[in-house]
Structure formats: structure tokens, C-alpha cells
């Protein structure tokens, strides 16, 4: 049969001599692709639904959301980077957005909300710029410019909190303001508190340097979560092996072994035959032979407390016990590197290595139990090397304790951030009005077409105390232009949203700041994104062939 062909606008199909059908595709067939404006629209669609979302989280009245995976986890928080990071993003552009929230999480640890609310209202102003002919480039400029004016009028409004360690409520401040917007604000002084005073315990105030690697965070379903508290130590969920050891060890010299507690076993395959009771003996007498030999090394290293990454059966247990060695097996990786860094233990790979230098010390390590079930944990207090704090969080259920570990983790990020950097502004969006107000002003001193691209910019700076008016149940637009009016009139940048019914638009008499470097960082960030997002007119993806 010669090579009759079948027409259709998507495929060619040809057949060969014996009547087999091939389909040909054309050159970059299976690929869609989408260019200039109709780009730019799609993008920027993309991007505002996913900060639409977003919205209504926003500010101390702001609501939770419930977010479930594909395996049935449930997820219950109002914090911006953890709703991005959990839910399902498949367009391209929209994943720009996560990554955004997760910029502003890993380096300052607060306001991932308002930074994608922001991108997303720059967007949108943006879109409409494109819609009156104006270039993409010359709009990012535009909005290039704007953010170095709010950069420069965000260090003219800033204060400076002095604060030292007689003086700490300029930072009990930051930490309650952080944490008005989560589920802990029914506990607001005490969280705050717990917050600082983990921060504090680590901190080398000096060099204003603050470790967080020696902050653990540990949860208990259980009780209520005004039941958290602060442990001036680490918490290890574990108890002692043996339920007749002391329960509580002074002065303990600590041994941290990651070896198994049981005699070697060849790493081929092996056979044993035994076949007369002399022969079952002398195996037995051997075993219990080797395990004297690692309870003596253990006991001539003068170590008091045994911490084992492995597990170690009854016979190796009941040698301890009879040593009078209080022992815990099957601790995590993890907290063995934090207790090792506090007590200055150094890590045993191999029993022949113990020797006393390798020994960590702590003033004491006792074992405590709560709740009707009796659960048990170990706490290590004192630690010689480094002041290690655990913060350990109760709750109803598990999604509780997780939503109030992110609560006080960015409240603990804000106390460090207030630590290296003592400027702050004042929060309920009064510094994106002054922003606004400032960029405005600037505008008017631009003869280019940039002009326009910055007053967009003023007026998306608006969306955070709009949306903050907005969650608090108050007529935004009205309550935004009262506020904008009065710090025009009154020069004060200090005036923003009442959003708790205080009485007060006064951030200040309020006691309502956060760190500059975050707010700076926020507009830094939402501007750099939404410029990457404007410069792509061409968008070239593959296409499902059906």
C-alpha cells in the first residue's frame, strides 16, 4: 500500500505498506505556548490567587485556614509560610510565590503573610498599568524606585529600643505583637515571655549572636496550652531502661555512645551449630563475659549516666542496674549532637575509645512524669558547656502543639532579629501609609513615565492596612483614608489601624512594633519578585498530547 497521508490540523498520520498507522507530530508540537500581554495576564493571575488566599489570615483578627494532604494529614494555621508551603502549587509563577513566603521565613521568620499580599496587590496595580500601554520594564523600574524610597523613609520613621538585661519589656513587646496574630493570644504575656526568655538564655548579647541550634522544641498532647512552659535545659522523650534506676542523677558525668550494647555479630551470613550443653554454656559465659568487659569500661571511665543511640536487650539492662549505671537507650540522632554540644561530651563510637575526657557533665538529670498515663521524660539541667533550653508545648491535639511551636518560633525569630537590629517601626500597616504617603510625594519629582508605576506602588502599599481594617471587621476604606488623612495632617507615622478596639490609632501608646530589617526585608522581597515576574513575556511549557 503507498504511503497514503490523513490530514488534521494537529497531526499527520502515514501508513506504510503494510497499512500500519504512524502519527507524526510537527516540530515543537506537543509544547503550548503563551507570549506578551496574554503572558503577563496569566502570570500575574496566577500569582494574586495564590495571595487571595492569603488574605484573610492577615493581622490579629486574622482567620486560620485547614489545610489538607494528598495522604489525609490535616494542617490548622494562619501562619502565611506554612499555608504556602502545604498547599499543592502546580503553575510555575504561583510557585514564585511560595518560594517567596519562604525567603522571608528563613531569613527573618515573621511576615510571610504580608509579603505575599503585598506581591499580590503590586500585581495587580501592575496589570493595570499593562492595560494602559505601558512597558513591563519601564513599570519594574518605576517600582524599583518606589522601594528604595520606602527603604530610606522606613530609617527615617524608625525608633531604637534600648533594652538591656534589667530592661527586657521592649522585647516582651516585640514578641507579644508577633504573637497577637496566632492561636496563642489568649496567652499572650505568658508566650511572650517563654519566647524571650529561650532567646535570652542563648544569646551572647556581646555579639549580638544567637544560637538557635541550642532551642528545642518539644510537644506533649496533654493539658492546655497555657500549661507550656520554659525548661531551663533539654527534654528528651525517653526514661530511664531499667524502671528501678534512680530516677534523678547529681553531678552526672555522662557517656554517649552510638555503638550497640551487645556482643559484635559477623557481617556475613553465619551458622552456629551447638550441639552439647558445654558448648551452650562457654557461648553464654562469653556473652555475659563481653558485656562485663563494656559495663567495667563504662564504670572505669567514671561515667554516672549512659545515653545509647541503639537498643540494648534485658541481660546488658540488668548488668547496668546491678552497676548502679542509670541508662537510656534508643535516643535520636538529633538529640544526641544538642546534649553532646551543652555537656561537652564527646560522641563514642567504639567502647574501647570511652575514656573520662569523653564524658559530658550536668548538674543533674532526673526523670519526670505527668498526666494520668504516667508518661515519662528525661531532663538534663546545667549543662557545663552551653545554656541548652527546651520549650515544652501542651495542647488538646497534635495540630494544636504544632500551630503553637510556629507561634513562639517566629516570636523567638523577632526577639533575635530586635537583638542584632534595636530599630523597629510601628505595626498596623501605619508604616506602608507613611510608605505611601512618602512615595507619593516622590512621584511628583518624576517626569518620566515611572511616575505612574510609583504611584501604583503607593497605592498597593495600602492593601496591608486595607486587608488588616478589613479581617478586624471595620469599614476599610473608610478607616484606612481617616488614618492616611491624620498622619498627613499630623505628621505622626506612628498612627495606623486599631484593629483589637483599643480606642487608639496610636501604635506607639499601643505598645504595636516590629523589627525595621523585617519590614524592610518584606517590601525588598514582594518588589524583587513581582519585577522577575513582569520581565517574563514568554511562557513555553509542555503539553499532554492527546
Keep these: ?188 504575656q505568658k508566650m511572650a515571655h517563654i519566647a524571650v526568655d529561650a532567646v535570652l538564655a542563648v544569646a551572647d548579647l556581646d555579639r549580638k549572636d544567637v544560637n538557635f541550634d541550642l532551642i528545642k522544641m518539644e510537644g506533649k498532647v496533654g493539658g492546655s496550652i497555657e500549661d507550656t512552659t520554659l525548661i531551663a535545659g533539654i527534654l528528651v522523650d525517653k526514661d530511664f531502661s531499667h524502671p528501678q534506676m534512680p530516677k534523678e542523677v547529681h553531678d552526672a558525668k555522662i557517656a554517649i555512645l552510638t555503638c550497640p550494647f551487645e556482643p559484635p555479630k559477623p557481617k556475613t551470613k553465619h551458622k552456629l551449630d551447638i550441639n552439647s550443653v558445654e558448648a551452650f554454656e562457654t557461648l553464654v559465659q562469653n556473652e555475659q563475659e563481653y558485656f562485663r568487659d563494656m559495663v567495667k569500661r563504662i564504670k572505669d571511665s567514671g561515667a554516672t549516666v549512659v545515653l545509647c543511640q541503639w537498643g540494648f536487650d534485658d541481660e546488658a539492662n540488668h548488668l547496668l542496674y546491678q552497676n548502679g549505671l542509670p541508662a537510656v537507650r534508643w535516643v535520636g540522632g538529633v538529640e544526641i549532637e544538642l546534649i553532646a554540644l551543652a555537656t561537652g561530651a564527646r560522641i563514642v563510637p567504639r567502647f574501647s575509645e570511652l575514656t573520662a575526657e569523653k564524658l559530658g557533665i550536668a548538674g543533674s538529670v532526673r526523670e519526670i512524669s505527668f498526666g494520668t498515663t504516667r508518661d515519662r521524660m528525661l531532663v538534663i539541667e546545667d549543662c557545663k558547656h552551653a545554656k541548652a533550653v527546651t520549650v515544652f508545648v501542651r495542647g488538646g491535639n497534635t495540630m494544636i502543639i504544632e500551630e503553637v511551636k510556629r507561634s513562639i518560633h517566629d516570636a523567638m525569630c523577632q526577639t533575635r532579629n530586635l537583638i542584632r537590629d534595636n530599630r523597629i517601626v510601628y505595626g498596623g500597616g501605619s508604616a506602608e501609609i507613611a510608605c505611601g504617603l512618602a512615595v507619593n510625594e516622590a512621584a511628583n519629582h518624576v517626569a518620566s513615565l515611572e511616575q505612574y508605576a510609583m504611584r501604583a506602588f503607593s497605592d498597593a502599599l495600602e492593601s496591608i492596612p486595607v486587608n488588616l481594617a478589613h479581617n478586624s471587621g471595620v469599614s476599610a476604606i473608610e478607616t484606612v483614608a481617616r488614618v492616611k488623612a491624620q498622619q498627613v495632617k499630623e505628621g505622626k507615622p506612628y498612627l495606623g489601624i486599631d484593629c483589637v478596639s483599643a480606642g487608639t490609632d496610636d501604635m506607639k501608646a499601643q505598645g504595636v512594633f516590629e523589627t525595621l530589617s523585617s519590614k524592610q526585608q518584606q517590601i525588598q522581597l514582594a518588589t524583587q519578585v513581582v519585577r522577575m515576574i513582569l520581565k517574563i513575556d514568554d511562557v513555553i511549557s509542555p503539553d499532554n498530547y492527546a
Design 1 to 188: 500500500m503507498g504511503g497514503s497521508f490523513w490530514n488534521r490540523s494537529e497531526m499527520s498520520v502515514v501508513f506504510d505498506e503494510y497499512g500500519r498507522p504512524f502519527v507524526i507530530l510537527r516540530e515543537q508540537q506537543a509544547k503550548s505556548r503563551v507570549k506578551g500581554l496574554e503572558a503577563h495576564k496569566q502570570n500575574i493571575l496566577a500569582a494574586r490567587s495564590v495571595a487571595a488566599v492569603l488574605k484573610s489570615s492577615l493581622g490579629p483578627k486574622g482567620m486560620d485556614k485547614i489545610i489538607v494532604s494528598s495522604d489525609g494529614d490535616i494542617t490548622v494555621t494562619n501562619d502565611g509560610a506554612t499555608i504556602m508551603k502545604e498547599m499543592e502549587v502546580h503553575h510555575q509563577i504561583a510557585k514564585l510565590m511560595v518560594e517567596l513566603s519562604k525567603s522571608q521565613d528563613d531569613e527573618i521568620g515573621d511576615g510571610t503573610t504580608g509579603v505575599v499580599i503585598l506581591a499580590g496587590a503590586l500585581l495587580e496595580h501592575a496589570e493595570a498599568l499593562l492595560d494602559r500601554g505601558i512597558h513591563p520594564t519601564k513599570i519594574a523600574d518605576g517600582f524599583d524606585r518606589a522601594c528604595s524610597v520606602c527603604l530610606s523613609t522606613l530609617e527615617k520613621i524608625s525608633d531604637r529600643v534600648n533594652f538591656d538585661k534589667d530592661n527586657l519589656e521592649p522585647l516582651y513587646q516585640t514578641a507579644a505583637t508577633t504573637l497577637n496574630s496566632k492561636i496563642v493570644n489568649k496567652h499572650l
